[in-house]
């Protein structure tokens, strides 16, 4: 299933982003449990971190992982953890054993190998099996990518392992992500994509013809179990 919320602007876009999550988590709480949440980074993260915060929504409970990482250390500017340490984890009070991250100042694959074997060690996976969060948020490109999967990379069409590094050569950059098949398990997915730069891509990814190597998105966008979309209007705005 897949659903689309449209808003004036960012802004507003990301304030209905965090209610949707605070009601997919709340359900989750409700059922007991661990719950879980994994982020990402991006220009719309902060500003729906910020609007998280001010749900005053009971966070400490919720386990946080990350989509993916830069190979960078946590106090680096372009850290996803950094960001989301300095605007939602630090402030929301957030008990560091439910901070799950990923170590960018690590080789990239040590990394990777650390960061799967600790999703596989959290989860109880034993052997080839994938993690399954409550709660995924995704950012998309003006190049359609998502986590740190960019058109033509091989790794997006592995559907088996959970994690692995991957250079990204539009940024000169080596990153760490979460792998298709773990996106694909998840319960519940949000996008949140703004700017009139993301119009193109929003429409292949929404309504063009399936070609996940040229458009990433597509992989989650048409084949995740339940998917919403919040978008402002410049987003939005070839969807009509």
């Known amino acids: 299933m897949t659903a689309r919320f449209v808003a004036p602007d960012m ?39 910020e609007k998280m915060l001010a749900t005053g929504f009971p966070w400490a409970r919720v386990h946080f992982f990350w989509v993916d990482e830069r190979s960078v250390p946590p106090a680096d500017a372009a850290s996803n953890y950094g960001v989301a340490e300095e605007h939602f984890l630090r402030p929301a009070g957030i008990p560091p054993h439910h901070v799950h991250r990923i170590y960018g100042e690590l080789a990239p694959d040590s990394a990777a190998q650390r960061y799967a074997r600790d999703i596989s060690d959290f989860f109880g996976i034993d052997g080839s099996g994938l993690p399954r969060f409550d709660l995924l948020h995704l950012g998309m490109g003006p190049d359609a990518h998502t986590a740190s999967l960019l ?31 773990v996106l694909l398990a998840a319960s519940h997915t949000v996008f949140l994509a703004a700017g009139v730069d993301k119009q193109e891509a929003l429409r292949a990814v929404l309504l063009g013809d399936y070609d996940p190597l040229k458009y990433p998105a597509q992989v989650v966008a048409r084949h995740g179990a339940d998917v919403t979309w919040f978008l402002d209007e410049n987003a939005a705005g070839l969807l009509d």
């Open 11 to 49: 802004e507003s876009a990301a304030e209905a982003c965090a209610h949707h999550a605070t009601r997919v988590l709340d359900a989750a709480l409700a059922r007991g449990g661990v719950v879980t949440m994994a982020l990402s980074g991006g220009g719309t993260a902060k500003y729906l971190f």
């Open 151 to 181: 058109p033509g990379d091989p790794l997006i069409e592995d559907r088996e392992r959970i994690a692995a590094a991957t250079y990204a050569a539009k940024f000169a950059q080596w990153r760490v992500t979460l792998l298709p098949g």
